[in-house]
């Protein structure tokens, strides 16, 4: 009986270690998690929920160890704190289940305060084809000074995105001018859109993003939108 229970527990231990994809669980985590999450190996950085590389650290030095981390993740994706959606300490339930809750906790377990950039198949996971220099770039993947990728937040069809953290921006770049735009990616908290709280899209992409950056988001914004491009 205590073999068989051993080799139960071997069995599972090997599935945990074995049988994870690093690379399809960065690209879970930056789909699901990166856009209230910071975690630096994964140029993750919004801080709608805790650091995860501050959150780890101390365990390490514990000596917890990466595999107990790659356990407690794996609990926390399927059984976060049970609170009400519009409680800050709200983290959704079941965002991945299954093997993709494993892949997202071993790369989480490899990458949480693991100073250092990903190498090889791992730099390129979850990296779009947008060509650099472009606002499709911007969008994507955020600027060059370390501003936040909007379609982490934002469902854009152009963009192929489908986050639902902020409004989708299909609709509303059909009614946008130019200038409001512009507002609203500088001074977010001016006019909060309806059925959305402040304080969670970044309010200092007028610094973080450069001029050229900004202008290149705006433009492809408006292109994507099929709304006020600029020739009328
Ligand atoms: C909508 C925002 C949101 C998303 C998306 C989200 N989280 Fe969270 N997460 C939170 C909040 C808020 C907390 C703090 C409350 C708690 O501990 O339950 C949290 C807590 C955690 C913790 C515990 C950290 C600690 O301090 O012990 C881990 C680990 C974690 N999240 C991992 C993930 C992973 C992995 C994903 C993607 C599958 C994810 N989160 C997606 C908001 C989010
Ligand atoms: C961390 C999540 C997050 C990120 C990153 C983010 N946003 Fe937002 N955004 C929101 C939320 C939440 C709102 C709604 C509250 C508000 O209006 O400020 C919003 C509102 C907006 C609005 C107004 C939409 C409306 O219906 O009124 C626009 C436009 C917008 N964001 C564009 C962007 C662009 C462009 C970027 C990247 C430069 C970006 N956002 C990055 C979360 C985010």
């Known amino acids: 009986m205590a073999a068989c229970l051993l080799a139960v527990s071997i069995a ?6 074995e ?15 990166a856009s209230c ?7 993750s950085q919004s801080q709608i929920g805790p650091n995860l590389d501050a959150a780890f650290q101390r365990a390490l030095i514990d000596g917890f160890g990466r595999e107990g981390i790659q356990g407690a993740v794996h609990e926390q994706i399927l059984n976060p704190a049970k609170v009400p959606p519009d409680s800050p300490a ?37 990296r779009s084809d947008a060509e ?9 993947e955020g600027g060059e000074g370390g501003a936040q990728s909007c379609g982490q937040c934002h469902t854009l069809e152009a963009a192929g995105t489908s986050a639902t953290i902020g409004p989708e921006l299909d609709s509303y770049l059909q009614g946008a001018s130019e200038e409001e735009l ?5 001074d977010p908290e001016s006019e909060l859109a309806a059925g959305f709280e402040g304080g969670i899209m970044p309010a200092d992409y007028g610094e973080s ?10 433009e492809y914004l408006l292109e994507a939108g099929g709304g006020a491009g600029d020739g009328g």
């Open 12 to 17: 599972i231990g090997a599935c945990g270690s």
């Open 19 to 33: 049988d994870t994809d690093l690379v399809a669980g960065k690209e879970a985590f930056l789909e699901g998690c």
């Open 37 to 43: 999450h910071t975690m630096e190996r994964a140029g």
């Open 90 to 126: 709200y983290m959704p339930p079941e965002i991945f289940t299954g093997q993709k809750a494993r892949n997202v906790a071993a790369y989480v377990a490899f990458a949480v305060a693991n100073a250092g950039e990903d190498q090889g198949l791992l730099a390129e996971a979850g």
């Open 132 to 140: 650099p220099g472009t606002g499709e770039f911007v969008f994507l």
């Open 182 to 186: 512009r507002t609203a990616i500088t």
């Open 209 to 218: 993003l450069s001029e050229e950056e900004l202008d290149m988001l705006i």
